[in-house]
């Protein structure tokens, strides 16, 4: 990538972070050395991830910690790493999917199903082997206009396997197609359902480089490198008819893997590339996008303390300064992660904390309120 493409694609990313609605990731950790170019991941708890290299790289699952420490290697001993490209679970089962295609040439698609990560003893593991073409492909490669049969995005859901396109038309189209696979091992035609259209524009901004479900299977997330989208109130496997928001994340890199660890908080990781940066584990969340007045979420009558954010920073400060007033900063697991006393001495105090959404529980000995508030 060229420093003038880098001008165009910044340009896009502003004017599209204009339409949509936005979010803004924190950058959790760096990734190891041995993960230069990570190309899937998925959660077994939030503070670990499972995640592999891409096409070229070694047959192995990789789990870090939120601190970028390597905790585990797993050899898969009969697979070949061609192009893996995302990694999905059903909880018992991961399905890492060797489905990149750049060139829509390979007649050598598959998907290798392990037992859980989490429950394999040793350091190594035998696949079954999910092997499939698309049912709509008959040229090898097609055509520069119909080349969508890239693939980077996987999801399990209700006991199949779905995949979406990386569009490569010239001139590009914009569409991601939407296929389903059966979750178990053999030679299977993937079935071509629906179509999307993201945008039109450079296909860097545009293309499907990673998918998830949420756990509570009511929110489908596609990736892009600078934006999610997010679809919602589906039927069945009816994904495109449902609602979709656009969510602008406010910064373009080569994002190429997404796991949610609750229905609304996810991890991303993207690939290092010499002008954008890259090889990080981020956080974000939408869950004030789809929690109904989540700013002012069960705001009681009468507060003890005034919270806004002012200058940057988040301040609460004492309505009455006659009170003692104590505020006890909860994260989203429950844990007590900052305790502060407001009184005359001091009113005014300013909440440092990590990113995330939290919970102030608030007492002056006698009255006990509760405030969600968002730090970012």
């Not at 493409?5 to 041995?34: D, E, M, Y």
């Not at 995640?51 to 939120?66: A, F, Q």
């Not at 524009?201 to 499907?208: A, C, L, M, S």
Request: proline share 4%; net charge negative; aromatic share 12%.
């Amino acid at each position: 990538m060229n420093p003038s493409r880098l001008i165009c694609f910044s340009f896009f990313c502003i004017s599209n972070g204009l339409l949509a609605q936005s979010i803004a990731l924190r950058k959790v950790t760096t990734l190891p050395s041995i993960v230069q170019e990570t190309s899937g991941i998925e959660i077994s708890n939030p503070l670990c991830i499972w995640t592999h290299n891409d096409g070229g790289g070694e047959p192995e699952l990789y789990k870090i910690d939120t601190f970028g420490t390597l905790i585990k290697t797993i050899v898969i001993k009969n697979a070949q790493n061609t192009d893996w490209e995302d990694m999905t679970s059903d909880g018992k089962s991961y399905y890492i999917g060797d489905i990149g295609n750049n060139a829509n040439s390979r007649k050598d698609l598959k998907i290798y199903k392990i037992p859980n990560p989490e429950n394999i003893a040793g350091d190594n593991v035998e696949a079954e082997i999910i092997s499939f073409s698309y049912s709509n492909q008959n040229q090898f490669p097609p055509d520069n206009a119909y080349k969508n049969f890239d693939a980077e995005a996987l999801i399990s859901f209700d006991s199949s396997l779905y995949i979406f396109s990386k569009n490569y038309t010239n001139p590009f189209t914009g569409y991601t197609y939407l296929y389903k696979i059966p979750a178990k091992p053999g030679q299977h035609l993937a079935t071509l359902l629906d179509s999307f259209k993201t945008g039109i524009g450079y296909k860097e901004q545009w293309w499907v480089t990673a998918a998830d479900m949420s756990p509570d299977a009511k929110k489908l997330v596609l990736l892009s490198s600078d934006k999610l989208f997010v679809f919602t109130d589906f039927t069945s496997d009816n994904f495109f008819k449902g609602k979709m928001k656009t969510i602008d994340l406010g910064s373009f890199t080569q994002k190429e893997a997404i796991a949610f660890y609750t229905n609304t908080e996810f991890y991303i990781t993207d690939e290092y590339f010499d002008i954008l940066g890259g090889r990080n584990l981020y956080q974000g969340s939408i869950k004030d996008l789809y929690t109904a007045n989540f700013k002012e979420p069960q705001k009681p009558q009468n507060l003890l303390i005034n919270y806004k954010r002012q200058f940057g920073e988040h301040v609460i400060s004492l309505i009455d300064e006659t009170k003692k007033v104590s505020a006890a900063v909860i994260d989203m697991n429950g844990k007590e992660v900052k305790k502060y006393l407001l009184n005359a001495t001091q009113p005014i105090i300013i909440i440092d904390v990590p990113f995330g959404y939290y919970t102030l529980l608030i007492s002056d000995g006698k009255v006990k309120q509760e405030l969600s508030i968002l730090i970012n």
